[in-house]
């Protein structure tokens, strides 16, 4: 099977990408039922990977100095304030008022949530990178070479999260590596390894998928009925990612695609098909000219 090629729920991915013998697949499960918000892993992650200053400009609706995934954000806290509108089945907030007593706050919640590269198991900005400056690793993540890379951007239109982006400037792709230097030392990444609620929980993708499940089913008996896993599907639209999330409310809410499909993933079948109706026209060409001349 080619590196590229669409993988079943039961993928090897490390070894369909070349590798004889590898580590099990690594990968992050995000908890955002206990993320705090406290925007650690994004510091922690520009101090280890060197990722610059992104402006830290406030967007004017709420605390997110960030707003999404990019060059200079590889970690992206996101912000959700709900209003009224919303069935929160949560308490209030209360705070002090005046002299007539405390005010109680029951028309929102806050969502948070510690966003970042999915590391697909069918990874579209590795399917379309013409130098091999994207590549996969032993541990199954998806690393950018930046000194291969020549900024061409086709990776950034192949994801279909929006999370790989060329730097202002300097042109080229940057993403998550996973940490790939510390991990290649037996270390967690720094954003798992700063997060102080382990909202952000790195380790073997399928011990993972399983704690996730468990993690859910114990917020559904305690009455979070709306909580669920996203990315966690093999048999989704990029076969399932080495990333993924427990959500409290719809992806949509989160900035999320609600049915995220590699552009890619078909390519190979699109290209078999074109293929066979090209050797029919030549047939049916050569068949013409072979009835004139007779």
């Given at each position: 099977m080619s590196p590229n090629s669409f993988y079943g729920p039961l993928a090897d991915v490390a070894g369909d990408a070349g590798y004889a013998e590898h580590p099990?697949?690594?990968?992050?499960?995000?908890?955002?039922?206990?993320?705090?918000?406290?925007?650690?892993?994004?510091?922690?992650?520009k101090e280890w990977n060197g990722v610059?200053?992104?402006?830290?400009?406030?967007?004017?609706?709420?605390?997110?100095?960030?707003?999404?995934?990019?060059?200079?954000?590889?970690?992206?806290?996101?912000?959700?304030?709900?209003?009224?509108s919303v069935d929160l089945g949560m308490p209030g907030f209360e705070r002090p008022g005046d002299a007539s007593g405390p005010e109680t706050r029951t028309?929102?919640?806050w969502l948070m949530s510690s966003d970042v590269c999915k590391h697909c198991t069918h990874a579209g900005c590795l399917d379309v990178c013409p130098t091999g400056a994207l590549f996969r690793t032993e541990f199954a993540t998806v690393v950018v070479q930046q000194d291969i890379c020549n900024g061409c951007g086709y990776c950034v239109s192949a994801c279909p999260y929006g999370v790989i982006e060329r730097r202002e400037g300097d042109g080229r792709a940057f993403k998550c590596t996973l940490c790939y230097?510390?991990?290649l030392d037996g270390l967690e990444p720094a954003?798992?390894?700063?997060?102080?609620?382990?909202s952000i929980q790195f380790g073997v993708l399928d011990e993972l998928r399983e704690r996730a499940a468990l993690r859910v089913n114990?917020?559904?008996?305690?009455?979070?009925?709306?909580?669920?896993?996203?990315?966690?599907?093999?048999?989704?639209g990029?076969?399932?990612?080495?990333?993924?999330?427990?959500?409290?409310?719809?992806?949509?809410?989160?900035?999320?695609?609600?049915?995220?499909?590699?552009?890619?993933?078909d390519a190979g079948a699109m290209w078999r098909y074109a293929g066979m109706a090209?050797?029919?026209?030549?047939?049916?060409?050569v068949s013409s000219f072979l009835g004139k001349r007779s």
């Amino acid at each position: 099977m080619s590196p590229n090629s669409f993988y079943g729920p039961l993928a090897d991915v490390a070894g369909d990408a070349g590798y004889a013998e590898h580590p099990p697949r690594m990968g992050f499960f995000t908890d955002t039922s206990v993320c705090i918000g406290c925007k650690a892993c994004e510091v922690a992650c520009k101090e280890w990977n060197g990722v610059p200053d992104d402006g830290f400009n406030l967007l004017g609706m709420s605390f997110d100095n960030t707003g999404e995934l990019g060059a200079n954000s590889w970690r992206h806290v996101a912000f959700v304030e709900q209003p009224a509108s919303v069935d929160l089945g949560m308490p209030g907030f209360e705070r002090p008022g005046d002299a007539s007593g405390p005010e109680t706050r029951t028309d929102f919640r806050w969502l948070m949530s510690s966003d970042v590269c999915k590391h697909c198991t069918h990874a579209g900005c590795l399917d379309v990178c013409p130098t091999g400056a994207l590549f996969r690793t032993e541990f199954a993540t998806v690393v950018v070479q930046q000194d291969i890379c020549n900024g061409c951007g086709y990776c950034v239109s192949a994801c279909p999260y929006g999370v790989i982006e060329r730097r202002e400037g300097d042109g080229r792709a940057f993403k998550c590596t996973l940490c790939y230097d510390r991990l290649l030392d037996g270390l967690e990444p720094a954003c798992a390894k700063a997060c102080p609620t382990d909202s952000i929980q790195f380790g073997v993708l399928d011990e993972l998928r399983e704690r996730a499940a468990l993690r859910v089913n114990e917020l559904h008996d305690r009455g979070e009925t709306s909580a669920r896993l996203y990315g966690e599907d093999p048999n989704d639209g990029v076969g399932g990612d080495g990333a993924f999330f427990l959500l409290l409310d719809e992806p949509e809410v989160y900035g999320l695609p609600p049915d995220p499909v590699v552009p890619t993933r078909d390519a190979g079948a699109m290209w078999r098909y074109a293929g066979m109706a090209a050797s029919a026209l030549v047939g049916l060409a050569v068949s013409s000219f072979l009835g004139k001349r007779s």
